[in-house]
């Protein structure tokens, strides 16, 4: 999939566990694990916007694009 979650990276800029995080935003340790290991095929636009406030961050931080060539063949 070319988004990828670059959750870790802010995570490890701020100092913080992801532990912390989940408790700020209001998500289980699990589902938090679950978008940091790039596992979900999507986000809601409150939880983002709940993370980018708890970590005080734009969602471009927490998110990449890499473009896949396979990808744009099939279109």
């Known amino acids: 999939m070319p988004v990828q ?3 870790d990276s802010v995570l ?3 100092g913080l566990s992801g532990k ?3 408790q700020r935003v209001g ?3 699990t ?3 679950l978008f940091r290991s790039n596992k ?3 986000i809601r636009f409150a ?3 709940r993370l980018c406030l708890a970590l005080e961050c734009e969602p471009g931080e927490l998110l990449s694009y890499l473009p896949d060539i396979d990808d744009a ?3």
């Open 5 to 7: 979650v670059t959750l």
């Open 12 to 14: 490890k800029q701020r």
């Open 20 to 22: 912390e995080v989940a």
């Open 27 to 29: 998500l289980s340790e």
């Open 31 to 33: 589902q938090l694990s």
């Open 40 to 42: 979900v095929r999507g």
């Open 47 to 49: 939880t983002l916007a």
């Open 73 to 75: 063949n099939e279109s």
